[in-house]
């Protein structure tokens, strides 16, 4: 599958390319602010995942079609590797791509995840979304209106509002819905593997005031991804780059110059 995807810098054969992937529900404009921030160093390329953004559909959700996709990018782009940094579900598409296909990554930051497999948090967020299309609504604050029946949190409601778009004058959202809600089973799991561990350079940044990555994930971890470093940002929840993007970047570069 052919991503759609936005490009920042320009190639540097002194550094690797970075390619940055968004978690679920999300699009390439989370990451935007990062982005251009990074390519005063780096040549930067932000895909829309498969089912999310400007990206075709697909009923496959698996982590290894989405690592597939991330790695017919990387030859598109006339690649033999790239660093790959992914948050949440892209994070977890980051990892198996560097498990099954080493050395198509040249480096490895996971934010905010780990390779286990979590319970379904979605189900509130899926109601109100499926909501919003059958009320049909006339425009973003009438869907924001909906949304607001299930969910209380304005910037969770914000994130998913930037999906909202109008075909033909009927606002529709920009993921695949049905198809992401019917594989959620799949997108909460991580198959793990009897593959061969990432030994290559490794960060997992996560927020102190998330759960995603709880200590008795930090076995699978470091047997997976032997070379990992930990670090985490205290003042940050599962939205760590969003939420203290200077501590989140300051950690980043850190582990960036050693390319």
């Known amino acids: 599958m052919r991503l759609n995807y936005r490009e920042f810098g320009s190639y540097s054969d002194q550094h690797p390319t970075l390619i940055l992937l968004h978690g679920l529900l999300g699009s390439s404009s989370n990451w935007m602010t990062l982005a251009k921030g990074l390519a005063t160093h780096f040549h930067v390329i932000v895909p829309d995942l498969r089912n999310h953004g400007r990206s075709p559909h697909d009923a496959d959700v698996s982590y290894p079609a989405l690592a597939r996709d991330v790695e017919q990018l990387i030859d598109e782009q006339g690649l033999d590797s790239a660093l790959l940094i992914g948050h949440s579900m892209g994070g977890k598409a980051a990892m198996w791509l560097a498990l099954t296909q080493p050395d198509s990554v040249t480096g490895l930051v996971v934010v905010d995840i780990a390779p286990v497999a979590y319970p379904n948090r979605f189900d509130q ?16 604050a009438e869907a924001d209106a909906v949304i607001a029946q299930y969910l209380d949190e304005i910037g969770l409601r914000q994130f998913l509002l930037q999906n909202l778009h109008t075909v033909e004058g009927v606002w529709k959202w920009r993921m695949n ?16 593997l009897n593959a061969p561990v990432y030994k290559g350079p490794t960060l997992f940044i996560y927020g102190g005031q998330s759960d995603y990555v709880k200590p008795d994930a930090r076995p699978t ?39």
């Open 221 to 259: 971890i470091q047997r997976l991804f032997p070379s990992a470093r930990m670090e985490v940002i205290p003042a940050a929840g599962h939205w760590v780059y969003a939420e203290q993007p200077k501590a989140f970047a300051e950690r980043l570069m850190d582990f960036l110059d050693d390319f």
């Open 177 to 192: 819905l049905a198809g992401l809600t019917a594989g959620m089973s799949e997108i909460v799991g991580f198959p793990l």
């Open 125 to 140: 967020i899926y109601t109100a979304l499926h909501a919003v299309e059958q009320a049909r609504v006339g425009s973003r």
